[in-house]
């Protein structure tokens, strides 16, 4: 039976962490395994009203930071670990990380200690990969009318400098997004291969 492995996929705005997750999907599928694609918010009715809550400047990031870690709770116990039970490789784009980072980012009085306290009840994913871009790089890939509250370089200056204190701390492996597709993508699945190769999962040649 395949072994499984809970990978998540995690970084700045705009790092690529969507097309990275979908990148490593589709390269997984191919060595043969099965994989379980999914992305924080996630699809419940959290999520959803997560989504929009993150364009409206008047919910304050406690808020956030609460509905976060409930959508977080029903992702991983309804969805990621049933997946990880049924065998299936899980890829999440952003998680557990994210929140500790943007909200303790926005608000002196939230601590990451409390963040993590919240989100106790969510699984540890084996592997963390954090997706490093300088934010001004980032943005300029972005269509401006889309952007989110958080998105302006001095906030995403502060969250670049968290992620890559506690990707450090925290022994996820970072890797710095501004050269090409194609480069970025063979250093991720290189990574993902050497782990899974360690845990004696087989994939095909
Ligand atoms: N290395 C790269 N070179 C050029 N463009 C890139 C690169 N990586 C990602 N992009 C493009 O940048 C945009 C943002 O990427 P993506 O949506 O994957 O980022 P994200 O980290 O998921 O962003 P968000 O925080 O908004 O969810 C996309 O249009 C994507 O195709
Ligand atoms: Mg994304």
Not at 79 to 98: F, N, Q, T
Request: with cysteine; aromatic share 8%; proline share 2%.
């Amino acid at each position: 039976m395949q072994q499984t492995l809970f990978i998540v996929i995690d970084g700045i705005d705009g790092a690529g962490s969507t097309l990275h997750s979908k990148l490593l999907a589709g390269f997984l599928s191919l060595k043969g395994l099965k994989i379980h694609l999914t992305q924080e918010p996630s699809n419940s009715e959290i999520g959803k009203l997560l989504r929009n809550f993150l364009k409206d400047d008047k919910i304050p990031p406690s808020t956030d930071a609460l509905l976060f870690a409930a959508d977080r709770d029903l992702h991983y116990r309804n969805e990621i670990k049933m997946k990880l039970e049924e065998g299936y490789i899980v890829i999440s784009d952003r998680y557990i990380e994210s929140s500790i980072i943007y909200q303790s980012c926005q608000s002196e009085k939230i601590t990451i200690e409390w963040v993590k306290n919240l989100n106790k009840f969510a699984g540890k994913p084996d592997l963390t990969i954090i997706l490093d871009i300088d934010p001004k790089m980032s943005l300029a890939r972005k269509n401006q009318k889309d952007l989110e509250k958080f998105e302006d370089i001095s906030f995403l200056e502060q969250v670049r400098k968290l992620y890559i204190t506690r990707a450090k701390e925290e022994g996820y492996f970072i890797i710095n997004t501004d050269d090409i597709i194609e480069l970025v993508q063979e250093k991720i699945q290189q990574f993902v291969l050497n782990k899974l190769k360690v845990k004696g999962i087989q994939v095909k040649e």
